[in-house]
T-cell receptor, first 117, second 115 residues
Framework: GAGVSQTPSNKVTEKGKYVELRCDPI?????LYWYRQSLGQGPEFLIY????????DSGLPNDRFFAVRPEGSVSTLKIQRTERGDSAVYLC???????????????FGAGTRLSVL | AQSVSQHNHHVILSEAASLELGCNYS??????LFWYVQYPGQHLQLLLK??????LVKGIKGFEAEFIKSKFSFNLRKPSVQWSDTAEYFC?????????????FGTGTKLQVIP
């Protein structure tokens, strides 16, 4: 597609449930990033993939959060035992390559708004 | 680790007024700097970027930003705003070092332009 696609656009779930959020990056982009944006805040880094591997997962808040990118394209962010504090907009971005810098422009999707009741 | 401060949380201007949004970063080394914009109902998009060279950077839609190293600042400016500039603006920074550079965003400034 022309841009980064995220599905669903909205997800409402109950506390304790499991959710999966999907990101389809721009075709040919090898780098993929997940961010979380809480109300009144800027995007907060969660995890970075280069190809199929998670090169930096230092932003994942705890072990309830996990992400995969098995074929180096589509990525899924998985949240187990959701809590009300997980409610936020989850953003995905992709870039052509982390290097050189001129190619490290991140293009963002519209996000998934997660509401945990 | 790097951090970014945007001191103006909400700015209201009349059309044709000049704009300056503040951005200060904290990091001990050299940095890449970005301004992203999010128009109502749309996704984040890049407005302009600084990697190296001329510290005065021109972006889309008449925006510019100046990197002042001594002040750790990267303020966004526009001489004359339009109603269509109403949006939220995010400053971001990443370390300018070899390999992958993690991007850190500020908390954003909501700009409201009154016709």
């Amino acid at each position: 597609g022309a841009g980064v696609s995220q599905t669903p656009s909205n997800k409402v779930t109950e506390k304790g449930k499991y959710v999966e959020l999907r990101c389809d990056p721009i075709s040919g982009h090898t780098a993929l990033y997940w961010y979380r944006q809480s109300l009144g805040q800027g995007p907060e880094f969660l995890i970075y993939f280069q190809g199929t591997g998670a090169a930096d997962d230092s932003g994942l808040p705890n072990d309830r959060f996990f992400a995969v990118r098995p074929e180096g394209s589509v990525s899924t962010l998985k949240i187990q035992r959701t809590e009300r504090g997980d409610s936020a907009v989850y953003l995905c971005a992709s870039s052509l390559s982390p290097l050189p810098k001129a190619k490290n422009i991140q293009y963002f999707g519209a996000g998934t708004r997660l509401s945990v009741l | 680790a790097q951090s970014v401060s945007q001191h103006n949380h909400h700015v209201i201007l009349s059309e044709a007024a000049s704009l300056e949004l503040g951005c200060n970063y904290s990091y001990g080394g050299t940095v890449n700097l970005f301004w992203y914009v999010q128009y109502p109902g749309q996704h984040l998009q890049l407005l302009l970027k600084y990697f190296s060279g001329d510290p005065l950077v021109k972006g889309i839609k008449g925006f510019e930003a100046e990197f002042i190293k001594s002040k750790f600042s990267f303020n966004l400016r526009k001489p004359s705003v339009q109603w269509s500039d109403t949006a939220e603006y995010f400053c971001a920074v990443s370390p300018n070092s070899g390999g992958y550079q993690k991007v850190t965003f500020g908390t954003g400034t909501k700009l409201q332009v009154i016709p």
